[in-house]
């Protein structure tokens, strides 16, 4: 037995292996083994990890709204603020406005300027109006003396809606950029890789907003 | 125009601050002047500052938490010399400087020293390890660093301008809040801590791609080196841990600055939810410095005993066993919130179980060593150090998890030493053996190990001198963060800790005699082979330092310890692989994207430190500014022509032959 085969000896596992028998074919298992993955992949995936980070942030404000829901200090509950007419109206804004995302995602996998354009502009329009609804909402609470400084239960609901909107207004900057570049540079392998990541983004916008919805219109009416 | 910012800002009524910050501050303009005037500047700009390579970002991370870990170190040498002096007396320092000088301690030494070592090593290492030329987002890494050098350089304006945080490393409210502290120093720290934070998210998600879908053909997950499962799950609880701090910080903000109710004591704030939010990320903080430290362990272990790490698998288990326990434990910083029996006893047992994990690591090292050819050199006098030093402080962690026991030991100094026992004795030592280890691949020589002997005991033998009178302290009924104090009992426990420090200031002055000694004798300690400790992962197969592209063609891992075994077969078949074909070689171009969004993002947290809205709003339009610039560019990779490519690698492989023919006569006569 020379010294390569004695150190590869390992019968029990007890210490690492030298590639499982070491006959020199390869066993390497598990995902990866073909060496780095395409520009595309990496791009993709970094972007999901992101949002996936972007979630846990959303979920401390979740959770914090859940801890305060009930700690109004004698101000007004969620169930005499909230409006359902807007809030119906902000929920058919923006999943259409994520319907119009994925047309221009389409339009973008047929290699169409103008309906690309044309979705990404809707999906803007949508989102804006989204957030001129917000707005409004913010504006009629803070006129009515129901601002975040009223209870713990306003702060911790103007901070987590007031986050979303955060997400909405960077996103819709983002948009803006992203109708830029297709514009003038076309449909770059960068930038297709971009327009999947802001689909990506947009989309999770959405599903944030439907527990938003559950959480602090549904439930957070509930007496 | 300038909001709250006025002259009085810097404080010249009191000497010590005055005085100190004025010379670091003229120090930090003579080098800028100095770098200037000697027409460095275009070299560190295109060669540095603008530098996408990993191995530069690493550098430039480690050289930034080795300068704060001085400052965090100079500011625990006043903290022990005013208890030392402050027994019925008043010390040198009045108390609103102390708190501060506290506070600073540990945000510097947790954010601005402790993480950006831990990922500088990680930058400079894992690349190198999995076999691969870069991470998956090279300029996102440089905005990661320049986003951290923001923080901690927002951190040390406050030593001139204004004031920095009172309220100890961790701002709990309602103490945060603006009733309480309505000055500028918790705003320093939100800000600072904020924006670093941001980079170290990025640098999460940045290495979290990389680990998982960038390796050599062939590196499938269990033949990654144990340091690359370490940084995954490092880097997995910064993805999940960060957004908390971030939050809860925000939130914190929000209060201060708009007038919310989260924390405050009144209109229905709750602040025991700060205190839960921040530790849900500080727990798993404590293990993200901590498991690359382990991943470091185990490297030196194996590579000085010369045997494959034992239990390989089980070391991997272990720390995915502690990345997600880690989360399961938070509320041991506070059994006294008074959560109940019922709640203090589950997350007193999920503290228990986690040690296990760490017991089987330990196992695993000690086994390493059994039976190996040990060589005593400076990286393994700290591995040995650690786990003697570790399963100390991990035993009093064990104490202070059951509740019982934690409410008589409570914020006292036996906690202030449980937690620097290890703190210190994992991640310092950890950081310490890591840059004896990796600085000849860094810079292409070895550091000095008489110097490096030196500093190891002075550190090892001042850390047990500092801390083993604190534990007793505590038990004697001292608490954390006194200015001054009057009970006899305490007072030669205090001396003895300040004797300590003295110790570990002897070793802080050895190792910077070390680096010195080192760069002077620098053509003696030249390591031509690239594998100065017989190595046995990738990084030892290129040259030291590495070219830009690391490897010249991708390595073909056909197990585990890849290096390792190719060596051991040109050993054994006396030649060495075939020469491969050279194709050129595409590399991410540099880009001042990260430099710039590191100014950006300095100016906005001093202007929303100051409340100066308008800079503030300048800030943001910049960042967006450089964000659409950088969106812009077209080309963002350049080529190394083949040439170059088969120039560097043959120069590599002429070095190879002939250790190999060196070690074949070595082998005759042996």
Known sequence: MSTFEALQYDPYKLGRGYGEGGDGRDYATGHGERGPASARVIVGYGFWIFLLSDIVLFSCFFATFAVLRTATAGGPSGAELFEPWRVAAQTAFLLLSSFACGMAAMATRARSHLWTQAGLFVTGLLGLGFLLLEAQEFATMIVGGNGPDRSAFLSSFFALVGLHGLHVTVGLLWLGTMMAQVYFKGFQTKILGRMLCFNLFWHTLDIIWVAIFTVVYLIGVAP | ?670
Not at chain 2, 322 to 328: E, L, N
Request: aromatic share 16%.
């Open chain 2, 1 to 670: 125009m300038l909001g709250k910012l006025t002259w009085n800002a810097i404080p010249w009524d009191q000497p010590i601050p005055l005085v100190s910050a004025s010379v670091v501050f003229l120090i930090f303009i003579g080098v800028i002047v100095w770098i200037i005037v000697k027409g460095h500047f275009p070299y560190l700009w295109r060669e540095w500052i603008t530098s996408v390579d990993h191995k530069r970002i690493g550098v430039m991370y480690l050289l930034l938490g080795l300068v704060m870990l001085l400052r965090g170190f100079i500011d625990a040498i006043m903290m022990r010399s005013q208890q030392a002096l402050a027994f019925q007396a008043e010390g040198y320092l009045p108390p609103e400087h102390y708190n501060q000088i506290f506070s600073a301690h540990g945000t510097l030494m947790i954010f601005f020293a402790g993480m950006p070592i831990v990922i500088g090593l990680m930058n400079f290492v894992v690349p190198l390890q999995l076999g691969v030329r870069d991470v998956a987002f090279p300029t996102l890494n440089s905005t990661s660093f320049w986003l951290s050098a923001s923080g901690a350089f927002l951190v040390n304006i406050s030593l001139l301008i204004g004031e920095f945080a009172r309220v100890g490393w961790l701002p709990y409210p309602p103490l945060a809040e603006t009733t309480y502290s309505p000055g500028v120093g918790v705003d320093y720290y939100l800000w600072a801590v904020q924006i670093s934070g941001v980079g170290t998210l990025m640098t999460g998600v940045n290495f979290v791609t990389t680990i998982l879908k960038i390796r050599a053909p062939g590196m499938s997950y269990f033949r990654m080196p144990i340091f690359c499962w370490t940084a995954l799950a490092s880097n997995l609880l910064i993805i999940a841990a960060f957004p908390v701090l971030t939050a809860a910080l925000a939130m914190l903000q929000l209060d201060r600055y708009l007038g919310f109710h989260f924390f405050t004591n009144e209109a229905g704030g709750n602040m025991m939810m700060f205190i839960n939010l921040i530790w849900a990320w500080g727990h798993p903080e404590v293990y993200i410095l901590v498991l690359p430290a382990f991943g470091i362990f185990s490297e030196v272990f194996s590579t000085f005993s010369r045997k494959p790490l034992f239990g390989y698998r089980s070391m991997v288990i272990a720390t995915l066993f502690i990345c997600i326990v880690s989360f399961c434990v938070w509320l041991h910083h506070f059994f006294t919130m008074g959560a109940g029996g019922n709640v203090n006893a589950v997350f007193g047992i999920a503290t228990s179980v986690i040690a296990v994990g760490t017991g089987v690591k330990i196992y695993n090292w000690v086994f390493t060593m059994y039976g190996g050819r040990i060589q005593f050199s400076t990286p393994m006098l700290w591995s040995i150090g650690f786990i003697v030093t570790f399963v100390i402080g991990g035993m009093t962690g064990v104490l202070l998890a059951v509740p019982p026991a934690d409410f008589q030991l409570h914020n006292s100094m036996f906690l202030v030493a449980h937690f620097h026992n290890v703190i210190i004795g994992a991640v310092l030592f950890g950081a310490l053996a890591a840059l004896t280890y990796w600085f000849p691949k860094a810079f292409g020589f070895r550091l000095d190990e008489y110097w490096g002997k030196w500093a190891f005991w002075f550190g090892f033998l001042g850390f047990y001198a500092t801390f083993v009178p604190l534990y007793v302290a505590g038990l004697l009924g001292m608490t954390r963060r006194l200015q001054h104090y009057d009970i006899a009992m305490w007072r030669p426990w205090v001396l003895a800790a300040a004797f300590g420090v003295v110790l570990l200031f002897c070793g802080a002055v050895a190792q910077v005699i070390q680096l010195v000694v080192s760069i002077r004798r620098r053509h003696e300690l030249r390591d031509e082979t690239g594998d100065p400790w017989d190595g046995r992962s990738l990084e030892w197969s290129t040259a030291s330092p590495p070219p830009a592209f690391n490897f010249a063609v991708l390595p073909n891992v056909q197990g585990e310890e890849p290096y390792w075994t190719i060596k051991r077969r040109s050993i054994e078949t006396q030649q060495m692989s075939a020469e491969p074909e050279y194709k050129p070689i595409h590399m991410p171009k540099n880009s001042p994207t990260g430099f710039f969004m590191g100014f950006f993002a300095t100016m906005g947290g001093f202007a929303m430190v100051w409340h100066i809205w308008w800079l503030a709003g300048v800030a943001a339009a910049g960042i967006y500014a450089v964000f659409v610039w950088f969106a812009w560019r077209d080309v963002d990779e350049y080529e190394i022509p083949a040439e170059e490519v088969a120039a560097a690698d043959r120069a590599r492989r002429r070095v190879r032959q002939e250790w190999l023919d060196a070690n074949a006569k070595a082998e005759e006569f042996a």
